[in-house]
């Protein structure tokens, strides 16, 4: 177990990669794959489109020496062709619609002249035109979404259309959240006159909701004994805790991870805030030891959770991106330490950095939808990447 | 009644917004707001600190001659103190627990010289340094969160702390989706030769379920007065009809509408896709008529029936975006009409269109996150915001 402060973020973040690794896959019923993670590639089940295929409304028409045609039927999209063409026989035809065996092109109707029954080509015509052939969209056994793609609802409307029934997914990590400290009081009991209203719970509950990850929540109080107990008889897969993770006399987590069998790999890093943080874990199991100050906890899931969960889904993990900034981003603490604040991001990609009062107050994550980095991440990333911009995070 | 072609899309955008109304409020617990709009603005049920609080881990002092105070207790975050200071004590006190009566300043423990029980300070201090009044991140009664936000994890746990039990939000619409088309087979059912498999169903209801917006889905076939029929008795808020638009022999839907009470705001637009595509109105009842082709309904989803579900929750609209261009997007048709194409929009806000054969594939809606608009509009955009840029529309 190592337990230095690491200094920069890319350290933190290639450490927290290196400890963590992607679920096992299950099957699913595409039909409920919205927002879950390929494990591996998605093959098409059928061919696209599953026949030759007008893609006008028009006339299929077979060979003819003198350009004209008599129609035989009319198939719309859905009906299929009762008669092969011969020559000199066409077959008026609506978009979507198989086109009948002896087809050699699909004239649009506009290109035609009628007369009565029969059809002649006002325009010169190219054999194959306005034909979609079986499978050129897409042939069945041909990998159509790569693995470690989120399913969207484009990529479900894919999925039905190549027949796909089920899908090799990862599977959805199981989260406990332990909020600790005595002056916490959870939603539904009354506030007694020192103690706090617990928001880490509802906002972690709503983050892990988020990101599909079923969480149950559990308050352990000042009491370290219960703590322990709690992370020792754990069976999930992430495991955060709230409080407890510095060095005071009322810091418990640090000891419940250790005596529970969890190797700790980082207890305090070079970060504001989120200094007293720590990252453990016991086979594939993780746990984070979050600050309890809300504004704190909600920059450590963001900077630092997050990435372990897209690992754990095998999923490109967020990286800084950066933006024009407007306002000023001090350094009020004047030390150079580096530091996340709570900032919008606007349609036009510039950033403007929330004003809060103290870590206390949460009004900023009312409407904060990024945070900003201020500082040097000595292995990567310049203070920052020109003069009026910085780094952020997206949220 | 209006039915003539739209000509820009800003006219197409004017006419939904000036038709459609926000959704009426309904109140419900904040505990479970989360993705739901505010219909007004949510007011601080308390004091946040809700106690005069310490920020530091040290001492609270009283007045003293020579800058020495006797400890006479601890005050652990959660607890009260149970005596008031008097000249020349103090109370050694832990960040976040509430300071006694008394109270002119709070040393940080590193500032102090501890002798014994005597504490003395090693720097000169200013009063009320350290701590955090009572109400000074926020007061009972101040807005904390404006109408139209829509409520996210961070903003849980901000009204979680300021003990907001219920919000006014706009109420969940109530959406049915219309598959019309003999040829469309929904899931389940063996597909016959000819047909194919409905893709849109499983699509819109996707999209409306991220919208948090609960949806039901009926296949009508081709059968007009089965159309009619459901159109006639629909009581939701929104009516998305799967093709028959156009001025087919089998497009039904524009008399399906007009026959039911329903007033049409437009029939056709300039958009490809899209040309043939109804919005439609009856009381506070919308509908559209969006091409039957999937990549068709899928764009027509984004580009249009966002905006007025944007308008029914009261939040601003998405609108078009500019960003740089990778890749050629070239106007296959060449003739001018605004074009919306599936693009993939990355990190460093590059965008860069997606390959597809014909509007039978779907295969760029497994990772499209954009919508490139190509094309002038003629009331608000140029073709392009720059040279090598475009504008578009975000997923």
Chains 1, 2 share one sequence.
Not at 241 to 269: K, V, W
């Amino acid at each position: 177990t190592q337990n230095a402060a690491l200094q920069s973020i890319s350290d933190v973040w290639e450490c927290i990669d290196s400890h963590t690794r992607p679920l096992t896959a299950e099957l699913i019923p595409s039909h409920a794959s919205l927002h879950r993670v390929l494990a591996a590639p998605a093959f098409a089940a059928c061919d696209q489109p599953p026949f030759h295929q007008s893609a006008m409304d028009g006339y299929a028409i077979a060979e003819s020496q003198n350009n004209t045609w008599q129609i035989i039927e009319t198939v719309f999209a859905g009906d299929m062709p009762s008669l092969p063409l011969r020559p000199d026989q066409c077959t008026r035809i609506l978009t979507g619609a198989p086109i009948p065996d002896g087809t050699l092109a699909v004239l649009k109707q506009e290109d035609c002249i009628l007369d009565g029954s029969s059809v002649g080509s006002a325009r010169p015509w190219k054999p194959r035109e306005n034909i979609r052939p079986r499978g050129s969209a897409f042939q069945q056994n041909t990998p159509l979404i790569p693995a470690g793609t989120r399913i969207t609802a484009g990529a479900l409307a894919l999925l039905a259309s190549a027949e796909i029934q089920q899908l090799q997914v990862r599977r959805h990590p199981t989260a406990l959240h332990l909020v600790t400290g005595g002056e916490v009081v959870p939603a539904g009991f009354p506030l007694q006159p020192g103690k706090i209203r617990d928001s880490n719970g509802p906002m972690i509950s709503a983050l892990l909701n988020e990101a599909n990850i079923p969480s149950s929540i559990q308050h352990t109080g000042d009491d370290p004994s219960l703590l322990s107990e709690v992370v020792a008889s754990f069976t999930g897969d992430l495991l955060l805790i709230s409080g407890g993770s510095g060095p005071g006399d009322r810091d418990h987590t640090l000891q419940a991870l250790t005596e529970s069998g969890f190797s700790i790999h980082f207890s305090q890093i070079n970060s504001r805030p989120g200094r007293p943080m720590i990252f453990a874990t016991r086979g594939h199991q993780l746990a984070f030891g979050l600050p309890g100050n809300p504004l704190s906890h909600f920059v450590c899931y963001h900077a630092f959770v997050r990435r372990a969960l897209a690992r754990l889904m095998g999923t490109p993990a967020a990286s800084l991106e950066s933006a024009t900034i407007h306002g000023d981003l001090l350094d009020p603490h004047g030390d150079g330490r580096p530091t996340w604040s709570p900032a919008r991001i606007s349609l036009d990609h510039s950033i403007q950095p929330i004003a809060w009062k103290h870590s206390g107050d949460l009004s900023p994550l009312a409407t904060a939808n990024a945070l900003i980095f201020n500082g040097a991440d000595q292995k990567k990333s310049p203070v920052a990447p020109g003069p009026g911009t910085c780094h952020y995070l997206p949220l």
